[in-house]
């Protein structure tokens, strides 16, 4: 609704500039138009929200950017692995594979289609990577 502050009102060009009314004054008296304003304001809200929360689901894979591949790969080295640890670290890659495969092609947050092929494809390709 704030936009239309300096928006003017047709047929007011016969009147000077200081006296002419914008389109904000005609709206904010319009009750029903406050209402569906208010009523799409919460709803963008709540959509903004729902995909908020959705994106959080994917900070669990947020280490195959935040941290550094050969670093750790150091700091495992350091620890004199033996075959054990190794398979051990390859089971942990292929429990995050099976996450990643585990978030569904589509998710549906109200009038949006979220679909995840692509970074489904980007975080696995990172896991192997690593």
């Given at each position: ?11 007011q ?34 959509t ?7 994106l ?64 489904k ?10």
């Amino acid at each position: 609704m704030k936009s239309t502050k300096n928006v003017q009102n047709w047929n007011q060009k016969d009147q000077p500039e200081e006296l002419r009314e914008p389109f904000y004054d005609w709206i904010a008296k319009d009750k029903e138009i406050v209402k569906v304003i208010l009523l799409l304001t919460g709803s963008i809200q709540g959509t903004k929200n729902s995909v908020g929360r959705f994106l959080l689901g994917f900070n669990r894979f947020d280490w195959l950017w935040k941290k550094n591949q050969e670093a750790e790969l150091k700091k495992f080295n350091a620890t004199d692995p033996q075959l054990e640890d190794f398979e051990e670290k390859l089971n942990e890659f292929n429990l995050f594979q099976s996450d990643v495969s585990s978030v569904p092609q589509i998710e549906q947050i109200g009038a949006l289609s979220l679909q995840t092929g692509n970074v489904k494809v980007s975080l696995k390709s990172k896991i192997r990577t690593w």
